[in-house]
T-cell receptor, first 113, second 111 residues
Framework: NAGVTQTPKFQVLKTGQSMTLQCAQD?????MYWYRQDPGMGLRLIYY???????DKGEVPNGYNVSRLNKREFSLRLESAAPSQTSVYFC????????????FGQGTRLTVV | GESVGLHLPTLSVQEGDNSIINCAYS??????FIWYKQESGKGPQFIID?????DKRQGQRVTVLLNKTVKHLSLQIAATQPGDSAVYFC??????????FGTGTSLTVIP
């Protein structure tokens, strides 16, 4: 039972480069999320997808785009990476609706130099 | 934006003692709260949740207390073990779509 799988686990980018973080879940969850975690701060929501075919901005969407490819997969794209996007990125999923916990992946540690 | 804060950034306890981790939230409309545990190099893991129509909920060695009057949440861990060493986050949601996380409390268990 894999749960939520993120790739890659580590990545170093140069300023201005682009990349896509991949996320897949095998729990048949409707909702998926992308968070970033910075030192001394909690997780902040970048984008979420309440269901297949929909995406919405979270707290910190600037500089990112997302694609809900299908029910299982939700990708996060950085079109032109900036040092301020150095962070640990977590993908999560949950069943649809209120009062349901989110399950997290292991994270992607991204460094932009 | 939302404000979810923790009273103490670090906490050290002796093995076998009880631990209490506190959290303050600001949105009175939040109706669902979760405590997560995050071990080094891993993603957050669900510990326990509580809905706003409850004051207390117990799990295995953990208890969450919710005081809506003062918008305060706490996590109690009984008989703390070395494996409990981690960062603990509270999270709240007023909508069910966006969870707002606190900054985390680092718990260290001293053998």
């Amino acid at each position: 039972n894999a749960g939520v799988t993120q790739t890659p686990k580590f990545q170093v980018l140069k300023t201005g480069q682009s990349m896509t973080l991949q996320c897949a879940q095998d729990m048949n969850h409707n909702s998926m999320y992308w968070y970033r975690q910075d030192p001394g701060m909690g997780l902040r929501l970048i984008y979420y997808s309440a269901s297949e075919g929909t995406t919405d901005k979270g707290e910190v969407p600037n500089g990112y785009n997302v694609s809900r490819l299908n029910k299982r997969e939700f990708s996060l794209r950085l079109e032109s990476a900036a040092p301020s996007q150095t962070s640990v990125y977590f993908c999560a999923s949950s069943t649809q609706g209120l009062n349901t916990e989110a399950f997290f992946g292991q994270g992607t540690r991204l460094t932009v130099v | 934006g939302e404000s979810v804060g923790l009273h103490l950034p670090t906490l050290s306890v002796q093995e076998g003692d009880n631990s209490i981790i506190n959290c303050a939230y600001s949105n009175s409309a939040s109706d669902y709260f979760i405590w997560y545990k995050q071990e080094s190099g891993k993603g957050p893991q669900f510990i326990i949740d509580i809905r706003s129509n409850m004051d207390k909920r117990q799990g295995q060695r953990v208890t969450v207390l919710l005081n809506k009057t003062v918008k305060h949440l706490s996590l109690q861990i009984a008989a703390t073990q070395p494996g409990d060493s981690a960062v603990y986050f509270c999270a709240e949601t007023p909508t069910g779509n966006q969870f707002y996380f606190g900054t985390g409390t680092s718990l260290t268990v001293i053998p």
